[in-house]
T-cell receptor
Framework: DAGVIQSPRHEVTEMGQEVTLRCKPI?????LFWYRQTMMRGLELLIY????????DSGMPEDRFSAKMPNASFSTLKIQPSEPRDSAVYFC????????????????FGPGTRLTVL | AQKITQTQPGMFVQEKEAVTLDCTYD???????LFWYKQPSSGEMIFLIY??????QNATEGRYSLNFQKARKSANLVISASQLGDSAMYFC?????????????FGQGTELSVKP
């Protein structure tokens, strides 16, 4: 079975350029999460969707970041314009439950996109 | 305040021995879940084990067990019979029930090194 698919796996770009990260969740999962991992800040949630609707985007750093989920099988995270401090590994994860009552439905992570902004 | 605290940045263990990775959490929500993930050097995040706040027994999954002490708000991961392939970063995470949709909050991680 295919897991969470992310593309590209690596992205090197120059400051000021637009970057688009893509994610395909596991089929049938109704929650999707975007995380960012850096040495300084660890793993932090940027935004998550439930049934394609953004539920919490309080982790999105600033207006340069935007995320969409046009359908159940695709999501994008866009950074425009990119800055060197955006360099990080970006993970997409999906899960099958709503997480209500602290439920145990685990999140399955994609392989991540390593972004380097020069 | 930190919601998830992992006080051990790095740990060493001899192959075939058991090791405990510490995790304490902070929440006022009576309903929550605790998770452990493994991140090997290749970078992927691998789910290991889950403990619900209302679970009466400690969770176990193969060589992994969770030492859940609710009053102390701790959820330590115990790995028995360590293997070289266990060398990785380990993250503790929590989900609170009021976070509809299942937002996870992660600790800073513990890097485990298994020595032959």
């Amino acid at each position: 079975d295919a897991g969470v698919i992310q593309s590209p796996r690596h992205e090197v770009t120059e400051m000021g350029q637009e970057v688009t990260l893509r994610c395909k969740p596991i089929s049938g999962h109704n929650s999707l999460f975007w995380y960012r991992q850096t040495m300084m800040r660890g793993l932090e949630l940027l935004i998550y969707f439930n049934n394609n609707v953004p539920i919490d985007d309080s982790g999105m750093p600033e207006d340069r970041f935007s995320a969409k989920m046009p359908n159940a099988s695709f999501s994008t995270l866009k950074i425009q314009p990119s800055e060197p401090r955006d360099s990080a590994v970006y993970f997409c994860a999906s899960s099958s439950g709503t997480g209500a009552a602290g439920g145990g439905d685990e999140q399955f992570f994609g392989p991540g996109t390593r972004l380097t902004v020069l | 305040a930190q919601k998830i605290t992992q006080t051990q940045p790095g740990m060493f263990v001899q192959e075939k021995e058991a090791v405990t990775l510490d995790c304490t959490y902070d929440t006022s929500d009576p309903s929550y879940g605790l998770f452990w993930y493994k991140q090997p050097s290749s970078g992927e995040m691998i789910f290991l084990i889950y403990q619900g706040s209302y679970d009466q027994q400690n969770a176990t999954e193969g060589r992994y067990s969770l030492n859940f002490q609710k009053a102390r708000k701790s959820a330590n991961l115990v790995i028995s019979a360590s293997q070289l392939g266990d060398s990785a970063m380990y993250f503790c995470a929590m989900r609170e029930a009021y976070n509809q949709g299942g937002k996870l909050i992660f600790g800073q991680g513990t890097e485990l090194s298994v020595k032959p």
